[in-house]
């Protein structure tokens, strides 16, 4: 009787929700862990995972999702409220000074960063941490309308110029053997605009949710 009674335990274990709850955990991750799959698979592809090109591919991706996100943000703000013709004056302000400089130590970057000791790695991550930082500065302005929303919204775009200009002198050092510099540009722009096309929607979707939130947003990516 008592051998009875302990088999039955046994088969009331094996068949309990546990295996169910787990099967049901492998069908929802599936769909997450193929499509990752599949994106390095896309990234890494003609030798661009040996060479380093497929890691700086997808993070060109979450660099761009990062920017729309602040952009999305950005639309409901006094940037956008502005007279038609007022606006046009100090958008072309804000592109002179956010462009001069680049424009003119843009020849000179990558021989400075090639002296630094993974200077190029290191300017990079500046340049995304440093709009991170300004990403959560820009959460409470956008609420505020705090006059830092300015110099945050500026700094955001010179760190975006940064990490551009950064990322055209490390692309020529990661070419795989067969690939050219232009294909390569391409690989990396089209996953950029891939990934804004996927993270503009998330972010619109933030918006009704708070105008701070696509920008908690950016700051995670």
Same mark, same amino acid.
């Given at each position: 009787?008592?051998?009875?009674?302990?088999?039955?335990? /046994?088969?009331?274990? #094996? *068949?309990?929700?546990?295996?169910?709850?787990?099967?049901?955990? +492998? &069908? @929802?991750?599936?769909? %997450?862990?193929?499509?990752?799959?599949?994106?390095?698979?896309?990234?890494?592809?003609?030798?661009?995972?040996?060479?380093?090109?497929?890691?700086?591919?997808?993070?060109?991706?979450?660099?761009?999702?990062?920017?729309?996100?602040?952009?999305?943000?950005?639309?409901?703000?006094?940037?956008?409220?502005?007279?038609?013709?007022?606006?046009?004056?100090?958008?072309?302000?804000?592109?002179?000074?956010?462009?001069?400089?680049?424009?003119?130590?843009?020849?000179?970057?990558?021989?400075?960063?090639? /002296?630094?000791?993974? #200077? *190029?790695?290191?300017?990079?991550?500046?340049?995304?941490?440093? +709009? &991170? @930082?300004?990403?959560? %500065?820009?959460?409470?302005?956008?609420?505020?309308?705090?006059?830092?929303?300015?110099?945050?919204?500026?700094?955001?775009?010179?760190?975006?110029?940064?990490?551009?200009?950064?990322?055209?002198?490390?692309?020529?050092?990661?070419?795989?053997?067969?690939?050219?510099?232009?294909?390569?540009?391409?690989?990396?722009?089209?996953?950029?605009?891939?990934?804004?096309?996927?993270?503009?929607?998330?972010?619109?979707?933030?918006?009704?949710?708070?105008?701070?939130?696509?920008?908690?947003?950016?700051?995670?990516?």
């Amino acid at each position: 009787m008592a051998a009875a009674r302990t088999e039955f335990k /046994r088969g009331s274990r #094996g *068949r309990g929700p546990g295996p169910r709850f787990r099967a049901v955990g +492998r &069908a @929802l991750r599936l769909p %997450v862990t193929g499509t990752a799959r599949g994106i390095r698979r896309a990234t890494h592809a003609h030798g661009a995972g040996e060479s380093g090109l497929g890691k700086l591919i997808e993070l060109h991706g979450v660099n761009g999702a990062g920017d729309v996100m602040i952009t999305v943000a950005l639309a409901s703000t006094v940037f956008f409220s502005v007279p038609t013709d007022e606006a046009r004056g100090r958008v072309a302000l804000y592109l002179a000074i956010t462009m001069a400089p680049f424009t003119l130590l843009a020849p000179v970057i990558g021989p400075l960063l090639d /002296r630094l000791p993974h #200077g *190029r790695r290191a300017a990079m991550a500046c340049a995304m941490g440093a +709009r &991170a @930082l300004l990403a959560l %500065v820009l959460s409470g302005a956008v609420v505020t309308g705090g006059i830092e929303l300015y110099p945050a919204a500026l700094g955001v775009l010179v760190a975006s110029k940064a990490y551009g200009v950064v990322r055209s002198a490390v692309v020529p050092r990661l070419l795989p053997p067969r690939v050219s510099l232009v294909k390569a540009n391409s690989r990396v722009t089209l996953c950029g605009l891939l990934a804004t096309g996927v993270a503009a929607p998330i972010g619109a979707g933030l918006q009704q949710v708070g105008p701070r939130w696509p920008l908690y947003g950016a700051f995670l990516i």
